[in-house]
């Protein structure tokens, strides 16, 4: 191999290693999001669909009357050990996109796959999810 193609394979292995989110480079990385990915992504292919993200929905309406409040958000994150009851109510408000006080089929529930879906092909890959929830919990 001449020297500048190995110098090019180089920067391509490391650029590789830079997007599937090594620690300690520029991607921030999220333990949390990615063991909230996998709960969701039922069908193990690395990718959450439409019916994924409509399961989600329904896990945390817990009296099934199609809208998400906030207790009902809370108490559904902190018996499945989600996170603190802070990082509940923040998110919560985040996902409340039309500020109703709560979480329903519409309008919030495209928004909430169109904010994480960034290259718009209908599919939420791992990579999407943690970046986007990092910015979430970074707002
Ligand atoms: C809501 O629906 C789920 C799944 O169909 C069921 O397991 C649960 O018992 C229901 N909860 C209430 C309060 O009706
Ligand atoms: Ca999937
Ligand atoms: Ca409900
Ligand atoms: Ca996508």
């Known amino acids: 191999m001449g020297k500048l193609l190995t110098i090019f394979?180089?920067?391509?292995?490391?650029?590789?290693?830079?997007?599937?989110?090594?620690?300690?480079?520029?991607?921030?990385?999220?333990?949390?999001?990615?063991?909230?990915?996998?709960?969701?992504?039922?069908?193990?292919?690395?990718?959450?669909?439409?019916?994924e993200m409509h399961s989600v929905f329904l896990n945390f309406d817990l009296n099934n009357d199609?809208?998400?409040?906030?207790?009902?958000?809370?108490?559904?994150?902190?018996?499945?050990?989600?996170?603190?009851?802070?990082?509940?109510?923040?998110?919560?408000?985040?996902l409340d996109v039309d500020n109703s006080g709560y979480i329903s089929k519409n309008p919030d529930l495209p928004y909430i796959i169109h904010f994480f879906d960034r290259d718009l092909d209908g599919h939420i890959s791992q990579a999407e999810f943690v970046i986007q929830w990092v910015k979430i919990k970074n707002s």
């Open 9 to 51: 394979v180089a920067v391509i292995a490391v650029s590789i290693a830079i997007v599937l989110g090594n620690p300690g480079t520029t991607i921030e990385d999220s333990e949390e999001a990615r063991h909230l990915f996998h709960l969701a992504d039922k069908n193990h292919d690395f990718l959450l669909n439409p019916d």
């Open 66 to 94: 199609t809208h998400i409040y906030a207790d009902e958000f809370i108490i559904d994150w902190l018996s499945d050990n989600l996170g603190t009851a802070l990082e509940a109510v923040t998110l919560f408000h985040h």
